[in-house]
């Protein structure tokens, strides 16, 4: 079946093409009769706008670009999500690609997505010691997701990871613990901002400085963590983890060791993935507003934003489920 243009409405209705494109696009200059008889006849042939024509001529594609790690980067889904529901629901499409946390290869997916004439980005820059903000071209109006990273174009959405090592030990210090451990990746891009925020927050609050279980981030990173927690002599009553996943680990291997989470040992992941929900006991965690972040992105888009240089800051969200309690001695 051929698909039915502008021409095709046009002979029919007895009009110009010019006077169905204006007419379709609801410009005051056509006629209120002329207008309902051209969309009549779109209607009934099932007429469907030509966008990359439309492009051409309007210089917009109603298509947002997307570039981002990888979806299986924690919170990506749930951004990912919010993201396509409010292009959606504004009548956009969302072109998404994968940067794979390379800056190297971000310019090449930005230019892909310049060249598809997309009306705005929208993009987490790599987060790796070598990544370069200058590489990104400020061609459209651009929202980029920040860590903490400087001079990035357009408008900055930021979440420090460091808060949520800061945000995890205030909230053990106010159920009375006073030895707080962390335990995952050490260095690195997020690892070392992880645990910056648990011991200069541990620091302000005259606590001594955290024991550190440095392992990687898996179910086996955690068991790691675990057997270096037992082999304490002095042991902390609570420990902040890298991700939940390490965090689970941790908490299996020391209940299979015979001690109990909470009673024995506080536990508190970042992330809030499914496993945190499932694991026993629940764990508690900090969430990324993944979602407000997508849908604040897509508003900042649609209101005419990301053409300046501005930032704005989000505060990771505390989920408080069944693996912290008060510790049976005060330090």
Known sequence: MSRVSINTIAKEAGVSRNTVSLALRGDPRVADA????VLAIAEKQDYRPNLLARAMVTGRSSMIGLAIPSLNFSYMPRLVDAIHEVAFQNGYGVLTCSHHNESSRLPAVLTYLHDRRVDGIIAQFPVTPNSKSTTI??????????????????????????AAGELAVQK????????????????????E??????????????????????????????QQAAA?????????????????????????????????????????????????EASFPPLTTLRAPAAEMGQAAMAALLGGGGTTKERRTFSWEWVDRQSIAAPVRLA
């Open 34 to 37: 002329t207008r309902k008889s």
């Open 137 to 162: 071209e400020h061609a459209v109006p651009t929202v980029m997701f920040s860590f903490g990273q400087k001079s990035l174009p357009g408008l900055s959405l930021e979440l420090l990871p460091a």
């Open 228 to 276: 270096q927690f037992l082999a304490l002599k002095q042991k902390p009553t609570a420990i902040v983890c890298f991700t939940d996943t390490v965090a689970v680990g941790l908490a299996q291997a020391v209940q299979s060791a015979g001690l109990s989470v909470p009673r024995d040992l506080s536990i508190v992941g970042v992330d809030d993935l499914p496993i945190a």
């Open 172 to 191: 053990l210090y106010a159920a009375g613990h006073r030895k707080i451990g962390y335990a995952g990746e050490s260095s690195g891009f997020f690892g």
């Open 193 to 222: 901002a992880r645990l910056a925020g648990v011991s200069n927050t541990a620091h302000e609050l005259g606590l001594p400085s955290p024991k550190v279980l440095t392992c990687v981030d898996s179910l086996t990173g955690g």
